[in-house]
Each structure stands twice: as structure tokens, then as C-alpha cells.
Nanobody, 123 residues
Framework: QVQLVESGGGLVQTGGSLRLSCVVS????????MGWFRQAPGKEREFVSA????????RYQDDVKGRFIISRDSAKSTVYLQMYSLRPEDTAVYYC????????????????WGQGTQVTVSS
């Protein structure tokens, strides 16, 4: 069973930075991909970014391009989301998810989810 544990959320001022981490256990293959999603109060969950385990290929939502960087450390089974230039509209619960390689090509094929970590950006 795949388990995902996020950490690193918190309260930060506009323009600040945070780094989220997601430790993954139970994966039986490194051919898949990992993603980050977020859900703001009263809104639907939205895709933020994804990365392939084996080749590091990435995909980003347009709104976070140039501000967020996704990375992975296969040896630590950990995926990171480094967030810069944070804005109040980035406030949300951020979720880590494990999925198939198709994720990198824009296909929402995620099978496991973490519990989420709260990010709050004050104005």
C-alpha cells in the first residue's frame, strides 16, 4: 500500500518562500510520477505540478510557472515543491499524489493521495 506524508506547510508573508516535502513509501516501481495539487477554501482541487520518477520530466500549472519548482530525491523517496514569490491566492491545502507515467503528459491518473499540508500566505 502506497503511503504519502506531506510536510513543510505553514504561514508566510506575501513574497515569501516555502518548501513542501512528500515522503513516499510502498511504491513497487519507479516508472510512475508524482504530483502536487492544492485546494483552497470553497474551491475545487487543482493541479499544481508533477514530476517523473525516472527521468525528472516536469509539468506545471501556468499560474505557478517560474515561481514553483518540483524535484525528487529517489534515494530518499521524497518529492519536493519549492515555492517562491508566494501570493495570497496560493493559500490552500497542498496534497501530494502518486500516479502513472501518463501524469506528465497531462492525464490525471493518480492513485494515491496524502493527507495534505496547509499553506497560508498573508497579505
Amino acid at each position: 500500500q502506497v503511503q504519502l506524508v506531506e510536510s513543510g506547510g505553514g504561514l508566510v508573508q506575501t513574497g515569501g518562500s516555502l518548501r513542501l516535502s512528500c515522503v513516499v513509501s510502498g511504491l513497487t516501481s519507479n516508472s510512475g510520477a508524482m504530483g502536487w495539487f492544492r485546494q483552497a477554501p470553497g474551491k475545487e482541487r487543482e493541479f499544481v505540478s508533477a514530476i517523473s520518477w525516472n527521468n525528472g520530466r516536469t509539468r506545471y500549472q501556468d499560474d505557478v510557472k517560474g515561481r514553483f519548482i518540483i524535484s525528487r530525491d529517489s534515494a530518499k523517496s521524497t518529492v519536493y515543491l519549492q515555492m517562491y514569490s508566494l501570493r495570497p491566492e496560493d493559500t490552500a491545502v497542498y496534497y501530494c499524489a502518486a500516479g502513472s507515467p501518463l501524469v506528465i503528459f497531462g492525464i490525471e491518473d493518480f492513485s494515491s493521495w496524502g493527507q495534505g499540508t496547509q499553506v497560508t500566505v498573508s497579505s
